[in-house]
């Protein structure tokens, strides 16, 4: 006990540093304990679409979404779920969601909005399209 001690008193940037990234480990395993939606990978995705016919929303940009989506994406941007629009989806309460962003961090916030807002089986793609795209799996731009 008494090198930690030690440590500390003789490094405190160091020992602050060890703190603060161990607290915001905790809260990223806390916050995806208590999250209604449940993290996927592009495997399971497409299996989800595939076997259960998941509707796969994309949250990014009208630009960043123009630019390459997975087939059959609806666009509903992070700003439009803030907002209550989702109109697209409303009628597919019970259906799988898949929620897409770029690289699965801010499809992860809209699904827990999405799943507030009473979709019940609401996934995020945690990988984003990079990790789909990087497994190879179709994209189109139309």
């Known amino acids: ?80 779920i803030d907002e209550g629009k989702f109109a697209a989806i409303e009628n597919d309460k019970q259906a799988p969601i898949i929620v897409v962003c770029a690289t699965g961090t801010r499809s992860g916030g809209a699904g827990d909005k999405l799943a507030k807002a009473g979709f019940e089986q609401v996934n995020n793609l945690f990988s984003g399209m990079s990790g789909w795209t990087a497994a190879n799996l179709p994209t189109t731009k139309k």
């Open 1 to 80: 006990m008494q090198e930690y001690i030690d440590f500390v008193t003789n490094n405190p940037m160091l020992a602050g540093a060890w703190v603060v990234i161990a607290a915001m480990l905790i809260h990223s395993v806390v916050k995806a304990k208590l999250s209604k939606t449940n993290n996927i990978n592009p495997q399971e995705a497409t299996l989800l679409i595939n076997k259960q016919d998941a509707i796969v929303v994309d949250v990014r940009s009208a630009e960043e979404f123009k630019k390459g989506h997975i087939v059959n994406a609806k666009n509903i941007t992070v700003s439009q």
